[in-house]
């Protein structure tokens, strides 16, 4: 920014809170999630799943927009009065009401009551009835903390599995991906050390576990909530099932410095001209 | 085609083999090469490694110059050789000579001599040295077998690293990559999940294994030469040491249908004007 040396951070302490929401209750979904995330050390940034507050499995459209809410609303509250009281940053994922338009989305609130939004990309399987795709390109978020700047990147759990998520969001600069989740395939965990490795991130994926069910609809969720390396390494990983907390110390250099050898820069050598984009 | 009814081909019988050459022996190496492709059954298409025949530690362009060959010379012979003996589509990878350029190649033979060449586009560290990058986009290849019509895909070694690589070539319509390499990082082999997982691909990476011991420049190879279902999972896997020989017989349907969910087709899902692809 004009005038001002943005001091650039050396570390984050990023970390996950894994959940095990009760469908609906959206009251006793925040009282437990705090209580989690007061067992948490300080961090920077703490990643709450999708939908941390309301649960995944809504019947119908009618249903979502029941429990969907505006940025004044009770998530985005709760998660600007986590962020005021911990001072540091933290996302969770809440349906989110935009006028007549409903979107799958996660709110990225800062300790000063800063508040980004981004609204899921590729929408899952039956998401598709229920949300509106979100609008707005992947873009790097630049957030402050004690310790100087960091970029992160938002994406919500199946964009994952498109290469160009992790790939758009590292271009535009994010070092450390915040990934709420509410995942129900079991490939996710095993893929995230590939996504940071070709992009040379971090990732922090928060899951749920434990199940929603609605009589017909029966939805089970895989936990296993992880923190990966730009050289693939899993620095941390919860339990398939309950919940947890874990906080770990990122040492950002690792993700500024694109080399995987002397001679490659992962970025820098990219062929644009040699891809295709679309079929 | 109009006019012709092109019949798409239900299964491909597709293999590798995994060498380990003496650096520099080209003779012996095509000799010890054809030993072991006469081993495997019968196959559709199969893949050798990248700079099967020379060897890979080249200690500077010159050297490299010295052992590189035109699309007449003795590798893409062997090539045109074994493909016309075994009936099959046979890839390996050569220097090649073009006027005063040198590129990373391989060459993908036909049993009729059809002949399809594919330049590196990402060159390895020092390989920027020794080669120029491959000036062709990725695109899908046809290749008509005994059932049928398939459309594969190549790339050489490091390309993997970079997601656009198999991105580029399955929204070209490839259903199996035929990737020749010479791999020195321990990433790829469980990488190529991923990779085929998220375009529904299958991947045949036929590696090498040993070293080439150059004095002052001495590089070892992985070997665990592999064949990668589009649900990720590994059909067959080489040992990390000595030579190989294997042929799979693969379920084209799986690589047809883009599907991860009902409701998901993994290509048609893509939302492009979401992405960046430059920084």
């Known amino acids: 920014v004009e005038g001002t040396a943005e001091r650039r951070a050396d ?16 009251e006793g ?4 999630a705090r209580e989690l995330a007061e067992r948490a050390p300080e961090f920077d940034v703490l990643v709450l799943p999708e939908l941390f507050s309301t649960g995944y499995a809504f019947v119908d459209r009618r249903e979502a927009e029941g429990l969907a809410e505006e940025l ?11 962020a005021s009281e911990r001072r540091g940053w933290v996302v969770g994922g809440f349906a989110e009401r935009a006028g007549s ?21 590729h929408l899952f399987d039956r998401e598709k009835d229920l949300f509106d795709a979100g609008d707005a390109p992947f873009a790097a978020i630049p957030i402050r903390t004690e310790r100087g700047t960091v970029l992160v990147g938002l994406m919500i759990c199946f964009d994952w599995f498109f290469p ?22 079991d490939k996710c965990q095993g893929a995230m050390p590939t996504r940071c490795l070709e992009n040379r991130v971090f990732a922090v994926t928060a899951n749920r576990s434990g199940e929603d069910d609605r009589g017909p609809l029966r939805i089970a969720f895989t936990g296993r909530s992880q923190i990966t390396a730009p050289d693939g390494a899993v620095l941390a990983s919860a339990p398939a099932e309950g919940e947890a907390t874990e906080v770990v110390e990122l040492d950002l250099a690792a993700a500024r410095d694109k080399h995987v050898t002397a001679g490659n820069d992962l970025l820098a050598d990219r062929r644009p001209d040699m891809y295709r984009t679309a079929r």
């Not at 409903?102 to 990309?121: C, D, M, Q, T, W």
């Open 101 to 121: 338009r409903l979107f799958n989305s996660a709110a990225l609130v800062g300790p000063a009551g800063e508040i980004h939004v981004y609204r899921k990309i």
């Open 11 to 26: 570390t984050l302490r990023a970390g996950f809170v894994q959940t095990v929401p009760r469908f609906g209750d959206l």
């Open 164 to 185: 160009e998520s992790a790939r758009s969001l590292a271009l535009d600069g994010a070092e450390v991906l915040l990934h709420p989740s509410n995942l129900v395939l």
């Open 72 to 82: 004044t609303g009770p998530t985005c509250s709760w998660l600007r009065a986590v």
């Open 29 to 32: 979904n925040l009282r437990r």
